[in-house]
């Protein structure tokens, strides 16, 4: 069983930045998929990136492209958003989440293709 747990939520002015962190534990993470979601206020959980076992690929949602970037590092078991010119409709709770895939260059872009979900953490950018 994996499990998943962010950190490096905060409180940010529009504009500026912040990386967020998820750290896997109970695993093999080299053989994980791993994506970033979003869920806003009476909004549904949408797909913010995604980026494959060797980090070779990724991905993605329009509404970050440019200015966010998904990274792992598979030595210390964390995958990483680092998010620049933050806008206020960034705000909401962010979700790391993991998928078994068996290829190391598979990116999974579906909620409902993930295995394991954290607990969430709160970004809120100020205009």
């Known amino acids: 069983q994996v499990q998943l747990a962010e950190s490096g939520g905060g409180l940010v002015q529009a504009g500026g930045s912040l990386r967020v962190s998820c750290a896997a534990s109970g695993g093999s993470f080299s053989m994980l998929a791993m994506g970033w979601f979003r869920q806003a206020p009476g909004k549904e959980r949408e797909f913010v990136a995604t980026i494959s076992r060797s980090g070779s690929n990724a991905a993605y949602a329009d509404s970050v492209k440019g200015r966010f970037s998904i990274s792992r590092d598979n030595a210390k078991n964390t995958v990483y958003l680092q998010m620049n010119s933050l806008k206020p409709e960034d705000t909401a709770v962010y979700y790391c989440?993991?998928?078994?895939?068996?290829?190391?260059?598979?990116?999974?872009?579906?909620?409902?293709?993930?295995?394991?979900w954290g607990q969430g953490t709160q970004v809120t950018v100020s205009s």
């Open positions: 989440a993991a998928a078994h895939v068996s290829m190391i260059a598979t990116i999974v872009q579906r909620v409902y293709e993930y295995d394991y």
